[in-house]
């Protein structure tokens, strides 16, 4: 019987969380027109071309719960048709080719174990309602990952996750096979390695993509080695990049899947179908603290690398808001002391009520050892609120570009001082003052402003309005 070749197409579909913290809903976004925000002009221009040409029934992808919430809410018959293609590849070969992601997109490795957990344990829990399946797969955003951030993952019983070639500590790579990673505990957990050069091409290459034929046949083919045996082959990139990165791209990968590759002998598969098909899974070894987008480890979340120019404002906000969440997390614990028996796990059930699954009142009895009063419910939403709030403002965009005056960095600050100004509400008590010195030293190299300025515009803004919690 002769030999096959696979081809796996990964698309990362993600957007930041863009709603205001006041109203839930997302305000107007300069540069967004002739739309309202950025999810809108993407969606138009990326994410319906693609459902209607029918690319999600092929394609390996994530969604990320701040994107697949959106959807739920201003668009939810094309969610319900990319969950529908998951479902159809799921009872046709017993494996889906949806898989999960963190959910708000955080650089796991720079986060705490304690933070996570509850991004993976929210991003799982969100795939379960969205997908009405268990994940077998998991996204870690940027591809960022440490050993802690795989032991979490194997811990919640994800079985795979997608990594870069140059995040092994091997040099001489097989990009045609899976491998496995051991972890502390008896735990183990399987990582498929993109080729680094076919998704390069597909990324930052307009010229290969523009006949998936020529793609297929100069690019692809000449990867397979002439051993008799069967291979297969993982690209992977960002999902906007077919449509709205990259024009007409989106018809690119429709041709690709559905004629150019199987002109060229070469089958669509997705990494769910390939753990299966796979017996044996060599052992490797990772390297802590490092990503695909950045070749400074994570060094482009957190201070000067050379993948942005004038990086050194991003050191000052990271800090400015690790200072900030510790000063979240004594609070939150200082207020649940003697009412909830598991702060933390409580937190990581607090998914329930952010997806509308729960009522906040009925879902906070549950978990309390007490009888709680009116006041005492206010207070606690307020500071699961506060939770919420010290995880989006960790979102990776806010320190992806290139300066401070961008839309994501104002987003993050936003939520920071959102926090800040429910701890006033909450328990009478300002948070904001060790922050303000590094918040000052984090300044555009292009306008001028810090992000102390953005963070008292916000605050000013807040005390504007009346308390809605």
């Not at 491998?179 to 076919?198: A, D, E, N, T, W």
């Not at 796990?345 to 007490?370: H, K, M, P």
Request: hydrophobic residues 40%.
């Amino acid at each position: 019987m002769p030999s096959k070749h696979y081809l796996s197409v990964h698309a990362h579909f993600y957007q930041p969380p863009r709603e205001d913290p006041l109203t839930n809903i997302i305000l107007d976004e300069e540069g967004a027109e002739p739309f309202r925000n950025w999810n809108e002009r993407i969606f138009a221009y990326c994410y319906q071309p693609n459902i209607e040409l029918g690319n999600f029934s092929k394609v390996s992808f994530n969604i990320g719960p701040t994107l697949s919430n959106w959807l739920e809410k201003y668009h939810p018959e094309a969610l319900a048709t990319i969950v529908r293609a998951d479902q159809e590849n799921v009872a046709r070969y017993g494996a889906g080719n949806a898989i999960a992601q963190a959910y708000h997109h955080t650089i796991l490795p720079l986060a705490n174990r304690r933070d996570k957990q509850t991004q993976v344990r929210w991003g799982i829990h969100e795939f379960q309602r969205i997908f009405k399946r268990k994940p077998q797969g998991f996204w870690l955003p940027e591809t960022a990952v440490d050993m802690e951030t795989l032991e979490v993952l194997a811990e919640n019983e994800i079985e795979f996750t997608i990594l870069a070639p140059w995040q092994a500590e091997e040099n001489d790579l097989d990009p045609r096979k899976a491998y496995q990673v051991i972890l502390p505990g008896h735990r183990s957990i399987k990582v498929f390695f993109y080729h680094s050069g076919l998704s390069s091409r597909v990324s930052f290459d307009p010229s290969a993509t523009e006949n998936a034929d020529q793609f297929i046949h100069r690019f692809v083919k000449p990867e397979y080695s002439q051993k008799d045996e069967n291979q297969w082959l993982l690209m992977a990139s960002d999902g906007e990049l077919y449509g709205h990165h990259q024009s007409f791209r989106d018809k690119f990968l429709s041709y690709l899947l559905n004629g150019s590759a199987a002109a060229q002998n070469v089958e669509f598969s997705f990494p769910a179908l390939q753990l299966a098909k796979q017996k044996v899974f060599p052992l490797i070894k990772i390297k802590n603290d490092t990503s695909w987008s950045c070749h400074h480890g994570v060094q482009r979340w957190r201070g000067v690398c050379g993948c942005t120019p004038n990086g050194e404002w991003k050191k000052h906000l990271r800090e400015a808001l690790e200072l900030l969440q510790a000063e979240i997390d004594n609070t939150f614990l200082e207020v649940c002391e003697g009412l909830l028996p598991d702060p933390w796990g409580a937190r990581d059930r607090y998914i329930e009520v952010l997806n509308g699954s729960q009522v906040f009142s009925d879902w906070i009895r549950r978990e309390t050892v007490v009888e709680l009063t009116d006041l005492q419910i206010q207070t606690l939403r307020k500071l699961f609120t506060v939770e919420l709030d010290s995880q989006r403002m960790f979102a990776s965009c806010g320190w992806f570009f290139e300066d401070l005056n961008r839309i994501e960095p104002k987003n993050n600050i936003n939520y920071a001082a959102h926090a800040v100004w429910l701890i006033q509400q909450a328990v009478g008590r300002d948070v904001s003052t060790n922050i303000l010195p590094d918040l000052e030293r984090s300044k555009s190299w292009k306008a001028d402003i810090t992000a102390a300025d953005l963070f008292r515009q916000a605050m000013k803004r807040f005390a504007s309005f009346a308390p809605r919690y």
